[in-house]
């Protein structure tokens, strides 16, 4: 019995540890980093359904990288955008970019740290890397 309980004792404190990581509250960093990917696939779900109105056709692009500073400019241009009013999805997606802007420029500003200020990096989306066999 003494040498199960021993061998039981380190799986206990794991799994634990476990769980109490993956309670933390999100950082400031998560949050932006996890909102920008969220946004970004929209963006991308909503270009690709042939559902939506044509106007989403004439939006500006949004590849989101929040450790590139024209990212808040992207973001100002988005929600200023005054096309596609009348689409609920394009309204929604624009409601997350203004909260992901202020995040950026009131909670976020001094934990953040850009990384670079290239603008055209955000009009070209990253393509995957090819596979060589």
């Known amino acids: 019995k003494v040498p ?3 061998m039981l ?4 404190a794991l799994l634990s540890a476990a769980l109490l990581a993956s309670a933390a509250p999100p950082t400031c960093y998560s949050r932006v980093l996890s909102l920008s990917k969220e946004i970004t696939e929209s963006f991308k779900e909503l270009q690709t359904s042939k559902t939506v109105d044509s106007c989403v056709e004439t939006l500006p692009r949004l590849y989101l990288d ?9 973001l ?5 955008y ?3 009013d009348r689409v609920a999805e394009v ?13 950026l420029i009131s ?7 850009f990384l670079t200020d290239d603008c055209n990096a955000l009009e070209i989306p990253l393509s995957p890397p090819i596979e060589h066999s």
């Open 107 to 113: 909670y976020c500003r001094r934990d953040l740290v």
């Open 91 to 103: 309204n929604e997606l624009k409601e997350k970019a203004r909260s992901l802007y202020t995040i």
């Open 66 to 74: 929040i450790h590139n500073y024209c990212v808040l400019a992207k």
């Open 4 to 6: 199960a309980v021993k």
């Open 76 to 80: 100002r241009e988005f929600v200023a």
């Open 9 to 12: 004792l380190p799986l206990i």
């Open 82 to 84: 005054p096309g596609c």
